[in-house]
């Protein structure tokens, strides 16, 4: 047969035809291969900085990581009609790669976008990573503290900087933090149902009603000043707690919100049966690194399902070992935890006027939980237990404060967060359009709560500067008020002689400015 006949062969084969012959050709990967892949890339991080330390916790970290990998690696068989058995959709994989970019890209990230204040600490901190070493040291004054932060999502990049040069660093961190998100994107629109589209936009767009009590606190200014200045950044209108948005998450804190909707995502295929429960635990130790505020919101999803698993379910040779690859983080436990008794926390449920400012910020941030709760029919036996101790769980996250703006609320509500919107965004998809009180509800809450994503989305469009390559210090007195940040560092005194060595040089306040170009930013 010549080449033009078997052309006219193809073109003339039923529709998805020659799809199917490309298919059985070019087989595709299954969707397990995408949460492999999803786990070197946050898995890889603990391994580089197990290299920074003393020998011993170096190779138990190293141990650790392989352990978690080979119970990733080996889980047991699947179904062939399982999610994960599946061969990638190409075709949605695409489209949420190219969304995730996009988003990314106008969080600031490479700075081809405006990038937000916390992306000055940011830069500075990958900045020294790359420029100085995987453990940084610092000198104010007469006294000398070592870099002590959740690091994950930067050591990878850091490291392709070291080769290559600040630029590359960044652009590293742009095609990792991408990938993730395009990965967990790919599987909410998978389980959702409906359009894939339409699930994906409600799903990154889900928010509190921000623009509600916002529009009163700048209204009350206006009343009191007669000038009406209107404060673009709605999550914090009662000027204390927040539960951010997912576009807020992935605009400001990428570092906190990719462990948290990675270990939701796990949740998800846990209680789908998927995986089993020694992969969700081999999973959750190595996440610390990149956040344990956001782990710290997912330990109570471990216990249940723990719980759920006992007496004699949870005995088995794959759960021992999970356990064991999780002790043996307890170095990167310990370093997140150095002096961290200096870092303001503490009960704010006796605070004068707090119990009315609860219950309206439960009000206002997650209305979507009555949604839920009244349609709790259309939510899959599976995922009722998991979405009620979510519910549960940022009723009662606000009752605590963590860090200098309560970091806490925000972090650990991340997955809880995540677990609620996919509730949310299955009852959107399924609820009918018939103009009912339900119906219309929902629209509401939707075109609200879309205020916040849009007023983030509008900001990214301010002005670009350049990328700086100022040390952390300098960065702070910079672009920081001058404050020491005590989040990110701690005194070399309180690190065991065991853990690290600390004989770095030290690294000083520069005398430069940092981003000259910065558009709102005047620097000293």
């Known amino acids: 047969m010549t080449l033009v006949e078997r052309l006219r062969a193809r073109l003339a084969a039923p529709?998805?035809?020659a799809e199917a012959d490309a298919a059985r050709?070019?087989?595709l990967p299954a969707n397990v291969e995408l949460i492999r892949f999803g786990a070197v890339l946050l898995f890889l991080p603990d391994a580089l900085f197990a290299i920074t330390l003393r020998f011993m916790p170096a190779i138990a970290v190293l141990g650790g990581c392989l352990l978690a990998w080979v119970i990733l690696w080996r889980s047991p068989p699947r179904k062939d009609?399982?999610?994960l058995a599946a061969p990638i959709d190409a075709a949605t994989l695409l489209g949420c790669a190219a969304l995730a970019l996009a988003l990314c890209l106008l969080g600031g990230e490479t700075h081809v976008f405006f990038a937000n204040f916390d992306w000055l600490t940011r830069d500075s901190v990958l900045s020294d990573l790359v420029n100085h070493g995987m453990i940084?040291?610092?000198?104010?004054?007469?006294?000398?503290?070592?870099?002590?932060?959740?690091?994950g999502m930067y050591l990878t990049p850091a490291m392709v900087g070291r080769l290559f040069g600040l630029h590359a660093a960044h652009l590293a961190l742009l095609a990792q933090n991408a990938a993730l998100v395009a990965i967990i994107l790919y599987f909410v629109a998978l389980i959702s149902p409906g359009r894939?589209?339409?699930?994906?936009?409600?799903f990154t767009a889900f928010s509190g009603l921000d623009i509600l009590p916002a529009l009163v606190v700048n209204l009350g200014r206006w009343w009191q000043t007669h000038q009406f200045t209107f404060d673009r950044q709605l999550e914090w209108w009662n000027g204390a707690i927040q539960y951010s948005s997912h576009i807020t998450l992935l605009f400001w804190v990428p570092n906190h919100m990719t462990p948290g909707w990675w270990f939701a995502l796990l949740a998800l295929l846990y209680v789908r049966r998927e995986i089993d429960l020694a992969s969700l635990?081999?999973?959750?130790?190595?996440?610390?690194?990149?956040?344990?505020?956001?782990?710290?919101g997912a330990a109570p999803f471990l216990v249940l399902f723990g719980v759920e698993q006992l007496p004699v379910k949870i005995f088995t040779t794959r759960f021992f070992a999970a356990a064991a690859s999780g002790l043996a983080f307890l170095p990167v436990a310990i370093y997140l935890t150095l002096d961290a008794g200096e870092v303001s926390h503490g009960f704010l449920l006796l605070l004068p006027g707090f119990?009315?400012?609860?219950?309206?910020?439960?009000?206002?941030?997650?209305?979507?939980?009555?949604?839920v709760a009244l349609q709790r029919r259309l939510i899959p036996a599976s995922?009722?237990?998991?979405l009620a101790l979510a519910i549960v769980a940022l009723v009662f996250i606000p009752i605590y404060s963590l860090g200098p703006n309560d970091d806490f609320a925000m972090r650990a509500s991340i997955m809880p967060l995540f677990l609620l919107a996919f509730a949310f965004t299955r009852v959107a998809m399924l609820t009918p359009r018939d103009n009912g009180l339900m119906a219309t509800a929902i629209s509401v809450i939707v075109l609200v709560s879309a205020e916040t994503p849009i007023a983030e989305i509008i900001r990214s469009f301010s002005p670009a500067f350049a990328i700086s390559d100022c040390n952390l210090l300098t960065a702070s007195e910079r672009g920081g008020g001058g404050s020491l940040p005590t989040n990110y560092l701690a005194p070399v005194s309180a690190v065991p002689a065991w853990l690290i060595a600390t004989d770095g040089p030290r690294l000083t306040v520069e005398p430069r400015k940092c981003w000259p170009d910065h558009p709102f930013l005047k620097e000293k």
């Open 81 to 83: 009609d399982s999610l």
């Open 15 to 17: 529709p998805g035809r």
């Open 281 to 296: 635990v081999a999973s959750f130790a190595p996440l610390l690194l990149w956040s344990p505020l956001a782990m710290l």
């Open 196 to 202: 894939k589209i339409i699930a994906l936009l409600i």
């Open 383 to 386: 995922d009722q237990r998991i």
């Open 355 to 371: 119990v009315a400012l609860w219950a309206l910020f439960l009000i206002v941030e997650i209305p979507h939980a009555a949604i």
């Open 25 to 27: 050709r070019f087989p």
């Open 136 to 151: 940084d040291f610092y000198r104010v004054e007469d006294r000398d503290y070592v870099l002590r932060a959740p690091l």
